[in-house]
């Protein structure tokens, strides 16, 4: 990830704003709630932060025909920002340390001369956001399917998100095996150091874990989707009276009395969360505590540790875990215990049974409150975690990869408003790698600068040779701290490579930008807008048609630059590199957006939205000096909509693919687009030069083909070259 200048987070910012924030009233932009998923020191919220409160206050002086003095203006613009940094800012970084900075940011960002003082406490979180379960289910179907292609692994889980109720019978994917789980057993690059662990893993997999759900198992994993249903409206409903809690009272102009409490210190207020998060260490587990580990504990089979291989749950002690976490009924001292594996087998009827499929969360409390044996039984999930070994491994990976379960952290926000009103960020432009040579050059500096091939040859010698190293405050040998680097990163490639996991970038080997975008599609409210800073690798793969046709549905601004001018963009980042500002709405539609092609500054953008008369040539890339053109022009804006979608459909594609899933050719100005619509006119290279017919022999005898006259090949294959030896990288 790099470092934003303040002009392009100004000019996405802008645009996203002027988006959602069209025909509110002054009162309504003090409700919209802002995230920013790669948070990094919050610039994105800052500037978010500004923008809004400038807004609110230009319109509530237009609305009471009142202006503020001047000598008070600063004032109340900080009291302003201040409200909406304490109340309607969220965010997520992989970093700790980020999260604090980002803290500290928007603190400073809104001093001013009163008591009233943000807390973040229960509003940034660190962790990775990327790797999380969520609301998203299987139907009924896809539980009992005959035909193995046919079952859950295999298919995509509807998303449910906040915006719906989970539908009658459907299970929660994070209460279901995912066949991409544990996926380290075939990788020959760690067999010197993990044969066994990789055969145990192997034999995992053979032994039952995915196989066809028997009916009682179904039956029980629809119970217990329920039961977290439940669990779920509990947890919003208790996040949203803790944040109101621990908000202060403020006053804005003119004279706007936010109701809160008064006085209530920072130690106070981070009690209170700790209460609902389970940090207090209580001994009848909350619903918030429950599900996150539940959550965590699916999250955790993805990245298991190879020396735990042999703690690999079976199917009947998973959800004999899962049941116990959600359900309850075990205490430290014995008076509740886990009922056994074997009673798994076939769970008898209950209360759960009789209730109506659509039954709200209420009516599962008040049967729970009737019955001794009801949903929520005391538990005290730590004592169980030390009782499950292979919880208690699930456990401590969650705590090493910190793994992001938006809809539980954000739960009240998701259920109040369908989502996040604005979205914006700068996320990592990079597309995961496992490479041997820079982790062993980390773990033992003799072995820096080797090229991956090279590090495969010396790998099984030098590591074991290697010096021990330190790795989460500890010890340990080389081997070891090889092993969890490889889990770690491997895992979070299966994760960020999945597509059950990325519903609408979809699976391969994703750059994690697309992933992000994914994020903010599940996590945007139907009338909100996502802005993003991110490269545009998917609109000319030819295996992205699926996600472009997402892409095409939300996107409603899109302004590509290059980084010509490094002093103004992106200073650690290649002269060359293209990378684009996008707005995303909430809501799919018919392809409709602005775009902008070829841009060197942020100005160079507003400017061209300036200019009303669009008198004059378009500017060229360069001017009569030869320095770069910086000009705006009217006509470099360009309405993209499906007619002209389909114009450039006509130049990329065949007419085998659909015109919502062509590759984007990215046409320079208006002007431009309607040269392309005169070469749509003419047909394509294939069609246009002639084929011949010849007569080759086959084992069915001979057969005529069809040969074109012209043909292309690649020049030069780079990776095999480096595996032949033909080129070597220094």
Request: aromatic fraction near 10%; glycine fraction near 6%.
């Amino acid at each position: 990830s790099y470092y934003t200048p303040e002009p392009l987070a100004r000019l996405l910012v802008k645009h996203a704003l002027m988006e959602r924030c069209r025909d509110l009233k002054a009162d309504q932009l003090l409700d919209l709630k802002i995230l920013e998923p790669a948070m990094g020191s919050a610039a994105f919220l800052v500037e978010t932060t500004n923008q809004l409160a400038d807004l609110y206050l230009e319109r509530k002086q237009k609305e009471t025909g009142r202006t503020i003095p001047q000598e008070d203006i600063v004032l109340e613009k900080q009291r302003v920002r201040a409200y909406i940094a304490d109340r309607n800012c969220f965010g997520v970084d992989l970093n700790p340390i980020a999260v604090e900075l980002g803290a500290i940011s928007l603190w400073l960002n809104s001093l001013h001369g009163s008591e009233f003082s943000p807390w973040f406490g229960d509003q940034l979180h660190a962790g990775n956001s990327l790797i999380g379960a969520r609301r998203a289910a299987y139907a009924p179907a896809l539980l009992s399917a005959k035909a193995q292609g046919d079952l859950w692994f295999n298919g995509k889980p509807d998303e449910i998100g906040w915006r719906k109720r989970l539908p009658d019978g459907h299970v929660w994917q994070w209460l279901l095996p995912a066949k991409d789980m544990a996926n380290f057993d075939k990788d020959k690059s760690i067999a010197p150091f993990a044969k066994s662990a990789q055969d145990q893993i192997k034999a995992w997999r053979k032994d039952g874990f995915f196989k066809k759900l028997e009916p009682h198992e179904i039956k029980l994993v629809q119970k217990l989707s329920r039961v977290a249903e439940a669990l779920f409206e509990q947890v919003a409903e208790d996040l949203a009276k803790t944040r109101a809690a621990a908000n202060d009272e403020i006053t804005l102009w003119p004279n706007k009395v936010m109701p809160g409490n008064k006085r209530l210190d920072f130690h106070e207020k981070a009690r209170l969360n700790a209460h609902l998060t389970g940090a207090d260490h209580a001994t009848n587990t909350l619903p918030y505590k429950r599900l996150k580990t539940a959550m965590d504990a699916w999250c955790a089979l993805w990245l298991w540790p190879l020396d735990k291989a042999d703690l690999l749950p079976g199917r009947a002690e998973f959800l004999q875990g899962m049941a116990m976490i959600l359900e309850g009924g075990f205490t430290a001292d014995g008076s509740l215990a886990a009922p056994s594996v074997s009673e798994f087998a076939d769970p008898a009827p209950d209360f759960l049974d009789l209730l109506e499929p659509d039954a709200p969360a209420r009516d599962l409390f008040k049967a729970a409150a009737k019955r001794q044996d009801g949903l929520f039984r005391e538990t005290n999930v730590e004592a169980l975690i030390e009782n499950f070994d292979w919880l208690k491994t699930a456990v401590e990976v969650a705590e090493r990869e910190r793994f992001v379960h938006f809809d539980l952290i954000f739960a009240d926000v998701m259920k109040a408003r369908g989502g996040f009103d604005v979205i914006v960020g700068n996320p990592p432009w990079a597309k995961p790698s496992w490479n041997e040579g820079l982790v062993l050059a980390d773990i033992d500096p003799l072995h820096a600068g080797l090229s991956a091939s090279d590090a495969k040859k010396v790998l099984p010698e030098a590591l074991p040779k290697a010096p021990p190293v330190r790795r989460e405050g500890r010890t340990v040998p080389a081997v070891e701290a090889f092993l969890q680097d490889f889990v770690s990163t491997r895992g979070a490639m299966e994760v960020t490579s999945s597509e059950v996991m990325n519903p609408f970038a979809g699976g391969g080997s994703n750059n994690l930008y697309r992933c992000f975008i994914d994020l903010s599609f599940r996590l945007v409210a139907q009338q909100g807008y996502a802005a993003l800073i991110h490269q545009d690798g998917h609109l000319g793969d030819p295996k992205s048609g699926v996600f472009r046709r997402h892409w095409y549905a939300r996107i409603a601004k899109h302004f590509e630059f290059i980084n010509r001018m490094k002093s103004r963009n992106f200073m650690e980042v290649d002269h060359n590199v293209r990378f684009s500002l996008n707005i995303y709405r909430g809501e799919q539609r018919a392809p409709d957006f602005e775009k902008f092609t070829y841009a060197f500054t942020a100005a160079q953008v507003e400017d061209s939205y300036a200019d009303q008369d669009g008198i004059g040539p378009v500017p060229s890339i360069k001017n009569s000096e030869g320095n770069w053109d910086t000009r705006g022009h009217r006509d470099r804006v360009m309405r993209i909509d499906r007619d002209a979608l389909a114009v450039i459909h006509a130049l990329s594609e065949d007419e085998t693919v659909a015109v919502e899933e062509a590759r984007f050719i990215q046409p320079y100005s208006a002007r431009t687009l309607d040269v392309f619509r005169q070469m749509a006119r003419f047909p394509k290279l294939d069609a246009a030069i002639p084929r011949i017919e010849r007569s080759v022999s086959a084992g069915a005898g001979e057969r005529i083909i069809e040969i074109p006259l012209w043909q292309q090949s690649p020049h030069w294959h780079e990776t095999a070259a480096q595996k032949d030896g033909t080129i070597r990288r220094e």
